[in-house]
Nanobody
Framework: QVQLVESGGGLVQAGGSLRLSCAAS????????MGWYRQAPGKQRELVAT???????VYAVSVKGRFTISRDNAKNTVYLQMNSLKPEDTAAYYC???????????????WGQGTQVTVSS
């Protein structure tokens, strides 16, 4: 079992910044890729950014240049620094992490409970 605990959401004015954190804990051998997804009301959940254990990153086009994903492998924690926020960034943000129970087992994806980000115009 893996628990993902997110923090850092809130209300911010357009142009402002927020930093999200997500820490993985529980019973696992290692954590692989970690990432952030978001879901606005009435819309499907979408990828925001992902990062591998080696540091390779992928960003959604809509956030490239404004958001930065990073991780601390020693703490099994992933961060999302969000700058120049826009009202269209308003959504529930969900942390995702792939973890494996043993060295030889496959990775299973886990989700956090979500943290709300609201950007006012």
């Amino acid at each position: 079992q893996v628990q993902l605990v997110e923090s850092g959401g809130g209300l911010v004015q357009a142009g402002g910044s927020l930093r999200l954190s997500c820490a993985a804990s529980g019973s696992f051998f290692s954590v692989g890729a970690m990432g952030w997804y978001r879901q606005a009301p009435g819309k499907q959940r979408e990828l925001v950014a992902t990062i591998t254990s080696g540091g390779s990153t992928v960003y959604a086009v809509s956030v490239k240049g404004r958001f930065t994903i990073s991780r601390d492998n020693a703490k099994n924690t992933v961060y999302l620094q969000m700058n120049s926020l826009k009202p269209e960034d308003t959504a529930a943000y969900y942390c995702n992490a792939e973890a494996r129970r043993t060295y030889g087992s496959g990775y299973i994806a886990w989700w956090g409970q979500g943290t709300q980000v609201t950007v006012s115009s």
